[in-house]
């Protein structure tokens, strides 16, 4: 007896629809013998031991036979504990436990427990676009994973909790009417929850170079360096940066919960990200665990702060071998990971906020306080982080020591919710002018790297096309070139900055005023690099 379920199994950050095949011999033998086929891992191979004991715990007799799984296309590697449920239904329908025989319509997923209840498994929404893509209609899933796939229009959601509850639903199909109701959530409504943050900017005294220098950054999505004494506010205004951030676009939002779904990081009960990430990982991390690896590659941090802000504190006590790894995810929006069994390919299309001392006792140029350090000390210190990666940096500044008279003054900063409004102005001018540009896309890696959302993202042509200057900014920006010895790379991002400045005065053309400003954003590093 042939009986087939439908799957679905996830590589990179999209989905695959595997075809699950169950046959039976008929014939009683004096031991069970169970084999699956078609490039099953670990997890998948262990299946049978969960898949047997689900059954029977569940109140189904299984007599000893030959069973053989097969997971179609053969040629794919299968991993995780996701075909439990597709085995199981499979051989309940192979020995006549369902009233159906055809589960063409129906895609199942999740992992058994041995009393055969349903634990969620990770990558549920790259599954949904992916059944949605080959019109199954029908996903049946455990309930912990129902909020995240249900998401995605198109298609309907039933949350189960047990083999014997899909039995029953499956059953119910057959007779033309589904008795269960599917989960339904508007994404939409998701998004537009009152957004609160725990920091605010009213929080910091002084430093307003530094705000407006992060009020720039967060209206174009520009990486940002800042440079200064400890005990400065470096952290503390990086921290502060989400409460500024417009708010994600649906297709931003649905890229950014495929990558947190897929590495295992996305909350069950919010079922999509309506935050741009804040990732801030430790300076101990690893190459890998920044990038992404792995035998079978999953996503690192760069991947996991897509459409959000990355930021890496103490920026020379990272390995110089980590840094380097970020010039080309900075310079192109995608990380590729080549294994000998597969290559793909993960979005990493962040914001970066980085903070360091300019030496290392982290008193250089500090007017209260006496650096220790000898010039070779402080080269070598700040030499941690290349050249290369600095030009890839947009805004770099110095945050000095904030005086008493700041720290101690009575009058109210301004907060968060003020820069914001502006932030999200420049934004709309932004969305405006790149929204007819941008493709109709089905939310695949590849595609996501072509869409531009902000300043910071447009490519050579855009610049063109959007940075015109007037003769007067044209002067300031080739003597600029010239005396610092800025590189092309460097003139682009500052056309990129001065257009965000401009975006920021709703002006529609560049001026010189722009120009400067942006400028002044690229000085720093020839005093401490030079």
């Not at 004991?53 to 097969?70: E, K, L, M, Q, V």
């Not at 970066?352 to 140029?365: E, K, S, T, V």
Request: glycine share 8%.
């Amino acid at each position: 007896m042939l009986f087939k379920a439908r799957s679905a199994a996830v590589y990179g950050i999209d989905a695959n629809i595997i075809d699950v095949e169950v046959d039976f011999s008929g014939f009683k033998l004096d031991q069970e013998q169970f084999s699956t086929v078609g490039l099953p891992d670990a997890a998948v191979r262990e299946s049978r031991d969960r898949v047997r004991s689900a059954i029977r715990n569940s109140g189904f007799d299984i007599p000893p036979t030959r069973i053989t799984i097969n997971l179609a296309p053969a040629d794919l590697k299968k991993e995780g504990s996701g075909f439990d449920l597709p085995i199981a239904v499979g051989i309940l329908g192979a020995y006549g436990a369902l009233e159906t025989k055809d589960l063409s319509d129906f895609l199942l997923v999740g992992e058994l427990g041995l009393d055969g209840s349903l634990r969620a498994v990770q990558g549920m929404l790259p599954i949904a676009v992916a059944a949605r893509a080959k019109g199954i209609a029908n996903l049946v899933i455990p309930a912990s994973n129902a909020r995240e796939a249900a998401v995605v229009e198109g298609v309907k959601v039933y949350p189960v909790h047990s083999l014997l509850e899909v039995r029953e639903l499956l059953n119910s199909a057959a007779t033309g009417t589904i008795q269960a109701m599917p989960l339904e959530t508007k994404a939409s409504d998701l998004l537009e929850q009152m957004q609160h943050f725990p920091h605010d900017f009213k929080d910091v005294r002084g430093q307003h170079v530094a705000k407006r220098a992060l009020e720039v950054a967060a209206a174009g999505g520009h990486n940002i360096l800042m440079i200064g004494p400890p005990g400065s506010g470096k952290t503390m205004l990086a921290k502060r940066l989400p409460s500024i951030l417009a708010p994600l676009r649906f297709e931003e939002a649905l890229e950014t919960t495929k990558i947190h779904s897929v590495a295992g990081v996305l909350d069950a009960e919010q079922g999509l990200v309506a935050y741009r990430p804040f990732r801030s990982p430790h300076h101990t991390i690893s190459d890998a665990g920044l990038i992404g690896g792995g035998m079978v590659p999953r996503p690192g941090e760069v991947s996991l702060a897509h459409n959000g802000l990355l930021f890496l504190d103490e920026l020379p006590e990272f390995p110089r071998n980590v840094l380097e790894v970020l010039r080309q995810p900075l310079e192109d929006g995608m990380v590729t990971i080549s294994r000998a069994a597969m290559s793909l390919s993960f979005p990493a299309q962040f914001m970066l906020a980085a903070a360091m001392n300019p030496c290392p006792c982290g008193y250089f140029n500090d007017k209260s306080r006496e650096c220790m350090c000898t010039p070779p000390m402080i080269q070598r210190y700040v030499s941690k982080v290349s050249g290369p990666l600095l030009d890839r940096i947009d805004i770099h500044i110095e945050v000095p020591a904030v005086q008493y008279k700041e720290l101690r003054g009575g009058s109210a900063a301004e907060g968060s919710a003020e820069i914001r409004e502006r932030v999200l102005a420049a934004r709309e001018r932004q969305h405006a002018r790149f929204g007819s540009g941008n493709e109709r896309t089905n939310g695949s890696a590849k595609a996501a790297s072509r869409r531009v959302f902000a300043n910071s993202q447009m490519t050579t042509q855009q610049i063109r096309t959007f940075c015109e200057l007037s003769s007067d900014a044209e002067r300031l920006l080739e003597r600029a070139m010239q005396q610092q010895g800025l590189s092309a790379r460097a003139h682009d991002r500052i056309l990129k900055v001065a257009r965000t400045i401009a975006d920021l005065d709703a002006a529609s053309d560049i001026g010189v005023k722009h120009i400067a400003e942006a400028i002044q954003y690229r000085t720093l590093d020839r005093s401490y690099w030079a």
